[in-house]
Protein backbone atom coordinates (compact mmCIF):
# COMPACT_ATOMS: atom_id res chain seq x y z
CA UNK A 1 0.00 0.00 0.00
CA UNK A 2 1.87 3.71 -0.73
CA UNK A 3 2.56 5.79 1.83
CA UNK A 4 1.12 9.18 1.34
CA UNK A 5 2.42 12.47 3.05
CA UNK A 6 -1.08 14.13 4.10
CA UNK A 7 -1.86 17.84 6.04
CA UNK A 8 -2.45 16.18 9.19
CA UNK A 9 -6.64 16.64 9.93
CA UNK A 10 -8.49 16.17 13.00
CA UNK A 11 -9.41 13.32 11.39
CA UNK A 12 -5.83 12.05 12.13
CA UNK A 13 -5.82 12.62 16.04
CA UNK A 14 -6.55 8.83 17.39
CA UNK A 15 -3.74 7.05 14.74
CA UNK A 16 -1.66 10.16 15.87
CA UNK A 17 -1.63 9.54 19.27
CA UNK A 18 -1.30 5.71 18.56
CA UNK A 19 1.76 6.82 16.60
CA UNK A 20 2.99 9.18 19.52
CA UNK A 21 2.78 6.86 21.65
CA UNK A 22 4.55 4.02 20.61
CA UNK A 23 7.79 6.32 19.53
CA UNK A 24 7.61 7.49 23.15
CA UNK A 25 7.25 4.51 24.58
CA UNK A 26 10.39 2.68 22.52
CA UNK A 27 12.74 5.20 22.58
CA UNK A 28 14.04 8.33 24.80
CA UNK A 29 14.50 10.38 21.84
CA UNK A 30 11.18 12.55 22.51
CA UNK A 31 10.82 14.41 25.92
CA UNK A 32 7.86 12.35 26.83
CA UNK A 33 7.46 9.03 27.90
CA UNK A 34 4.14 8.26 26.44
CA UNK A 35 2.05 10.42 24.35
CA UNK A 36 -1.21 12.77 26.20
CA UNK A 37 -4.65 11.63 26.63
CA UNK A 38 -6.06 11.04 23.29
CA UNK A 39 -8.58 14.48 23.92
CA UNK A 40 -5.67 16.36 24.22
CA UNK A 41 -3.77 15.22 21.07
CA UNK A 42 -7.43 15.88 19.18
CA UNK A 43 -7.14 19.35 20.45
CA UNK A 44 -3.70 19.64 19.81
CA UNK A 45 -4.19 18.38 15.96
CA UNK A 46 -7.26 20.40 15.77
CA UNK A 47 -5.87 23.24 16.35
CA UNK A 48 -2.81 22.69 14.11
CA UNK A 49 -5.08 22.23 11.77
CA UNK A 50 -7.29 25.13 12.38
CA UNK A 51 -4.50 27.73 12.36
CA UNK A 52 -2.46 26.26 9.13
CA UNK A 53 0.36 24.94 10.87
CA UNK A 54 2.83 22.85 8.74
CA UNK A 55 1.85 19.71 10.22
CA UNK A 56 2.04 16.21 8.15
CA UNK A 57 1.61 12.86 8.99
CA UNK A 58 2.54 9.73 6.53
CA UNK A 59 -0.57 7.62 6.35
CA UNK A 60 -0.70 3.88 4.80
CA UNK A 61 -4.64 3.87 4.64
CA UNK A 62 -4.79 2.96 8.30
CA UNK A 63 -1.88 4.35 10.24
CA UNK A 64 0.51 7.01 10.95
CA UNK A 65 3.38 5.76 10.75
CA UNK A 66 5.18 8.82 11.40
CA UNK A 67 5.10 12.63 11.70
CA UNK A 68 6.35 16.18 10.84
CA UNK A 69 5.37 19.73 12.12
CA UNK A 70 6.95 22.93 13.03
CA UNK A 71 4.66 25.30 15.29
CA UNK A 72 5.53 28.77 15.30
CA UNK A 73 6.38 30.61 18.79
CA UNK A 74 3.08 32.23 20.27
CA UNK A 75 5.10 35.36 22.13
CA UNK A 76 5.00 38.49 19.86
CA UNK A 77 9.09 38.55 19.36
CA UNK A 78 8.96 35.17 18.38
CA UNK A 79 6.21 34.78 16.03
CA UNK A 80 9.09 34.65 13.55
CA UNK A 81 10.32 30.94 14.50
CA UNK A 82 8.83 27.74 14.67
CA UNK A 83 9.65 24.83 16.75
CA UNK A 84 10.58 21.78 14.57
CA UNK A 85 9.14 18.24 15.40
CA UNK A 86 8.78 14.55 14.09
CA UNK A 87 8.64 10.88 14.65
CA UNK A 88 8.59 7.71 12.71
CA UNK A 89 7.84 4.58 13.94
CA UNK A 90 10.79 2.30 14.44
CA UNK A 91 9.71 -0.40 11.96
CA UNK A 92 9.51 2.10 9.42
CA UNK A 93 12.59 4.43 9.86
CA UNK A 94 16.03 4.19 7.54
CA UNK A 95 13.34 4.07 4.35
CA UNK A 96 12.83 8.16 3.72
CA UNK A 97 9.37 8.82 5.83
CA UNK A 98 11.45 11.24 8.02
CA UNK A 99 12.92 13.24 4.87
CA UNK A 100 9.67 12.85 3.05
CA UNK A 101 7.87 14.55 6.40
CA UNK A 102 10.49 17.06 6.83
CA UNK A 103 10.71 18.02 3.41
CA UNK A 104 6.76 18.69 3.46
CA UNK A 105 7.05 21.02 6.58
CA UNK A 106 9.51 23.32 5.19
CA UNK A 107 8.22 23.41 1.56
CA UNK A 108 4.91 24.45 2.90
CA UNK A 109 7.36 27.28 5.25
CA UNK A 110 8.64 28.32 2.63
CA UNK A 111 5.78 28.67 0.40
CA UNK A 112 3.77 30.63 3.25
CA UNK A 113 6.88 32.24 4.47
CA UNK A 114 5.00 32.99 7.93
CA UNK A 115 8.01 31.88 9.80
CA UNK A 116 11.36 32.96 8.94
CA UNK A 117 13.57 30.26 11.21
CA UNK A 118 13.28 26.49 11.96
CA UNK A 119 14.20 25.42 15.30
CA UNK A 120 14.67 21.96 17.02
CA UNK A 121 16.56 20.06 19.83
CA UNK A 122 18.16 16.62 19.09
CA UNK A 123 19.85 14.06 21.11
CA UNK A 124 23.34 14.52 20.29
CA UNK A 125 23.61 10.32 20.34
CA UNK A 126 21.01 10.29 17.56
CA UNK A 127 23.17 10.41 14.37
CA UNK A 128 20.81 9.42 12.16
CA UNK A 129 18.53 12.46 13.09
CA UNK A 130 21.16 14.69 13.28
CA UNK A 131 22.54 13.92 9.97
CA UNK A 132 19.08 14.39 8.45
CA UNK A 133 18.94 17.46 9.91
CA UNK A 134 21.85 18.54 8.62
CA UNK A 135 20.88 17.20 4.76
CA UNK A 136 18.24 19.65 5.19
CA UNK A 137 20.23 22.58 5.86
CA UNK A 138 20.43 22.27 9.52
CA UNK A 139 23.29 23.64 11.66
CA UNK A 140 24.55 22.92 14.90
CA UNK A 141 24.41 26.44 16.93
CA UNK A 142 25.00 25.09 19.88
CA UNK A 143 24.65 22.22 23.30
CA UNK A 144 22.91 21.36 26.24
CA UNK A 145 23.95 19.50 28.93
CA UNK A 146 21.53 17.59 30.94
CA UNK A 147 19.31 18.94 27.90
CA UNK A 148 17.07 15.42 27.99
CA UNK A 149 16.08 13.02 31.10
CA UNK A 150 15.00 10.21 30.57
CA UNK A 151 13.94 7.41 33.41
CA UNK A 152 16.67 9.28 34.88
CA UNK A 153 19.44 9.20 32.61
CA UNK A 154 20.43 12.42 31.20
CA UNK A 155 21.49 13.37 27.69
CA UNK A 156 23.23 16.02 26.01
CA UNK A 157 21.09 17.67 23.40
CA UNK A 158 22.13 19.61 20.08
CA UNK A 159 20.17 23.34 19.39
CA UNK A 160 20.25 23.21 15.66
CA UNK A 161 18.58 25.78 13.36
CA UNK A 162 17.63 26.91 9.89
CA UNK A 163 16.94 30.15 8.49
CA UNK A 164 14.48 30.08 5.61
CA UNK A 165 14.42 33.56 5.30
CA UNK A 166 16.24 36.80 6.24
CA UNK A 167 14.53 40.44 6.53
CA UNK A 168 16.75 41.63 3.67
CA UNK A 169 15.10 38.61 1.66
CA UNK A 170 11.27 39.70 2.12
CA UNK A 171 12.67 43.07 0.76
CA UNK A 172 14.41 41.76 -2.39
CA UNK A 173 17.66 42.58 -1.43
Known sequence: MPIDILPTRAEHAAAFHACL???ARESAMLGQWQAPEVARVHDFVAANAAAGHAAFVAWDGEQVLGWADAIPLWADGLRH???FGMGVRRAWRGQGL?????EAVLGQLRQTGAVRRVDLE???DN???IGLYERLGFIVEGRRALGLCHR???YQTLEM???????ADRRGR
Do not use: I, K, N
Not at 161 to 167: A, F, I
Open 98 to 102: GRRLA
Open 21 to 23: DEV
Open 127 to 129: APA
Open 122 to 124: VRA
Open 81 to 83: RAQ
Open 152 to 154: GVY
Open 161 to 167: GLVLSTP
